[in-house]
């Protein structure tokens, strides 16, 4: 019964911090083995590149246009997601009529 008190703490501390934090780095080594040439990623030290190419344990990654670096694969922190603003989307739709009074 003196051990119920230290087993639960120990249990909540393995459901709030442990358990959260392998996710995450199982989800980190999923997303580092699935990079494909032409993924826009950001390095864990904060600086956006392009793949370029890909090899066991590291990756060539362009940083500024000609400029390309080799960075082992656990540097990139994570993938960049191209998001299409929606109001570029509207603009960009076939057929889309410029602003201006409507002629009948």
Do not use: C, Y
């Not at 358990?19 to 995450?24: A, D, E, L």
């Not at 390309?68 to 922190?77: F, L, M, N, Q």
């Amino acid at each position: 019964m003196e051990f119920l008190p230290l087993v639960g703490i120990v249990l909540l501390f393995w459901l709030f911090i442990i358990r959260p934090q392998s996710r995450r780095q199982k989800e980190l080594r999923s997303m580092q083995s699935s990079l494909s040439v032409g993924d826009e990623v950001m390095l864990s030290s904060g600086i956006f590149a392009t793949v370029r190419e890909i090899e066991d344990d590291h990756v060539k990654v362009e940083i500024a246009e000609g400029v390309v670096i080799k960075v082992a694969r656990a540097a990139v922190g994570s993938r960049i997601e191209q998001h299409v603003d929606e109001a570029e989307a509207e603009n960009e739709t076939p057929g889309a009529v410029a602003d201006g009074p409507e002629e009948n």
